[in-house]
């Protein structure tokens, strides 16, 4: 496993590297720039902005310069937030995002198991279909519908909750049913089919010709080989909790990573974005390899090679 580990660790440099070097060209080539406002700025102050932050330097020195402070771990000053760095920024910021995506992580998993099983136990009856159609409505609304409609139903007409902000625990509540309400609809339909795959076994039926009760079969003996689907979507469903956290943070106003990103995509922080790209990726490149150690684990068939 440590071998394994080490291999996907080294595999992930070359990655990071091009991630960086595309985001970092992209910036540079998209129209605008970090000092442009609607109230025009004089010339002079422009130039002295752009000396300051090595922007009058030529494109291949500032990509160098970016690489060398990438590899000492420093994503430089923000230029929209010039007291603060991005990794102040990231440090401050990244912790709201990541209460928001487990609070979310939690809903989905939940609502996704639960569903998917009552499915599966009994295929092609109101037990199955009912579920399942909520599950395909669920993925028909993305989080830029679901989040302003739950706003606006719950926080507006009913007052139960806040329309926005980060402050009380209920805050918490809207944004991680809309982020968890699209995930829990693909791991329900990934949980029904793991179940029926492993219900139709034969080690299942000489467990109920034993006598075990229907729950022991399903938490015992199936539950833990039907959920290996859930398992291999969780890499690419946590990375999407977090990043998906974007528009949710912005609709619900949540002082998140997300906002910086959005905010800074539009702003042109040429740090900001590049510093919050890269941290994300290398975020789903960690929690992929997570995913695959316990794959194995949960999978006797399956080896680290």
């Known amino acids: 496993m440590l071998r394994f580990i080490l291999r996907r660790l080294l595999q992930t440099i070359p990655v990071l590297f091009v991630v960086a070097t595309v985001t970092f060209f992209m910036l540079r080539v998209a129209p605008g720039g970090p000092f442009d406002e609607e109230k025009r700025i004089p010339e002079e102050i422009v130039r ?18 970016q690489m060398k402070n990438l590899l000492r771990g420093d994503f430089g000053p923000s230029f929209k937030y010039p007291k603060r760095t991005v990794n102040e920024l990231i440090a401050d910021a990244f912790p709201v ?3 928001l995506g487990c609070y979310a992580l939690l809903v989905a998993l939940t609502l996704g198991i639960v569903a998917g099983v009552i499915a599966s136990l009994r295929p ?6 009912v579920p399942m159609a909520l599950a395909m409505i669920g993925i028909c609304f993305p989080t830029f519908v679901t989040g302003p409609l739950l706003s606006n139903y719950f926080g507006l007409q009913l007052g139960w909750f806040n329309p ?9 509540v809207l944004p991680a049913l809309t982020l968890g309400f699209y995930y829990a609809a693909y791991i329900s339909r990934l949980t029904r089919g793991g179940m029926l795959e492993v219900l ?19 938490v015992r003996h199936a539950l833990k080989g039907g959920l290996l689907p859930v398992v291999s979507f969780m890499g690419p469903a946590a990375a999407g909790l977090l990043t998906g956290s974007f528009v949710v943070e912005t609709i ?22 590049l510093g919050t790209v890269l941290f994300y ?25």
Request: hydrophobic share 45%.
């Open 97 to 99: 995002s990541l209460e």
């Open 281 to 305: 990726a290398t975020l789903i490149v960690l929690l992929n390899l997570v995913v695959d150690v316990i794959l194995v684990w949960l999978n006797p068939k399956l080896k680290f090679e």
């Open 48 to 65: 002295k902005l752009e000396a300051h932050y090595g922007l009058d330097k030529p494109l291949w020195q500032q990509y160098l310069i």
């Open 200 to 218: 139709n076994q034969d080690y299942i039926r000489t467990a109920r010709a034993k006598g075990a009760s229907e729950s022991r079969v399903v």
């Open 252 to 273: 619900f106003n949540i002082p998140g990573l997300g906002r910086f990103f959005v905010m800074s995509a539009f702003n042109r922080d040429y740090t900001m974005v």
């Open 164 to 172: 926005g902000g980060w402050f009380f625990p209920e805050d918490r």
């Open 124 to 129: 092609n009856t109101a037990s199955d279909y």
